[in-house]
């Protein structure tokens, strides 16, 4: 089935889909973006999503390149265009074409906005949790600014291809104190053994996770005991359970931390009522 991409305006066929040279996403990695999950035809948390792009465009001083319920149109339209189901919706706004000059380029230069929808096997995903993850540690090198959603990514893609190189799924990130920021694309979370839920506040170090604060929602009833808090690999390692959470693979149990098994090795009972009941307390757009 061929594909569609939403660039600037129009729908274009995936293949020929581009945005120009100068463009300074590509030039300085001057953007943002966001992951929205698809599920059953249905949009899944879309006013977050939607509330943590602005946030990540204010940041940065790019002009929003249209209001929140055109972005809404917009992404409806390209999921209804590549008949996604169950999937990913990825929505891009770079600061717009000019020539490249570091300082921003002139007033009313227009943002870009790029919008993919692809179909992803949510069976796959469940099988995967059936059995969990293996992530292993890297040191933590990138900017302090990760509250923001730019698409400087290239510590995430070199600690993510180090993962994938060591046989394991995910990279965890550690600050200079040997605490546990996040996953090279998710929220890190333990399970202590005395049963406390403890993840790192988002007050540094971290992305505000949109699964992540709806996970917290979840914890609520019945009410879990839960700590915002650094934790240490080594803490992560002795712990009952270990988790991540993010909008690609939602309550995701992590069974091998840098080749030691958390807990008996398998996806613990918290993991998986989390990710049971997620979509219970998510919002799903019509
Ligand atoms: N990434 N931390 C980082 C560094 C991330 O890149 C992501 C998500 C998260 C989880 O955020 P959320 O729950 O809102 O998806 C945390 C997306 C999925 C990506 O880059 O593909």
């Not at 948390?45 to 509330?51: G, Q, T």
Request: aromatic share 4%; hydrophobic share 40%.
């Amino acid at each position: 089935m061929s594909r569609v991409a939403y660039v600037n305006g129009r729908y274009l066929p995936h293949a020929e889909a581009r945005v120009h040279v100068e463009d300074r996403g590509y030039q300085f990695a001057d953007g943002v973006y966001e992951v929205c999950e698809v599920r059953e035809g249905h949009l899944v948390d879309e006013r977050r999503h939607i509330e943590r792009l602005a946030r990540s465009l204010k940041e940065l001083r790019i002009d929003a390149p249209m209001t929140p319920a055109a972005l809404g149109v917009v992404m409806r339209e390209t999921m209804r265009r590549n008949r996604v189901r169950d999937g990913l919706v990825y929505l891009q706004v770079t600061r717009g074409v000019a020539r490249r000059d570091h300082g921003f380029p002139p007033p009313g230069t227009k943002p870009s906005v790029v919008v993919t929808a692809r179909s992803t096997d949510r069976r796959k995903a469940d099988r995967l949790a059936e059995t969990g993850i293996m992530v292993v540690t890297v040191a933590e090198n990138r900017w302090p600014r990760v509250d923001i959603k730019s698409v400087a990514l290239l510590p995430n893609v070199l600690a993510r291809q180090e993962a994938l190189d060591r046989g394991a799924k995910e990279a965890w990130f550690v600050d200079a104190d040997g605490l546990v920021t996040e996953g090279a694309s998710a929220n890190a979370w333990i399970v202590t053994q005395d049963g406390a839920i403890v993840t790192r506040s988002a007050n540094s170090g971290i992305l505000k996770g949109i699964t992540r604060t709806v996970t917290l929602e979840v914890t609520k009833s019945p009410a879990k005991r839960v700590e915002e808090r650094a934790f240490s690999v080594a803490e992560a390692i002795a712990a009952r359970e270990a988790f991540q959470t993010s909008a690609t693979l939602t309550v995701m149990p992590v069974v091998e931390i840098d080749g030691k098994k958390i807990g008996d090795g398998r996806p613990g009972p918290v993991a998986r009522a989390l990710r049971a009941r997620f979509h219970e307390t998510a919002e799903i757009a019509s």
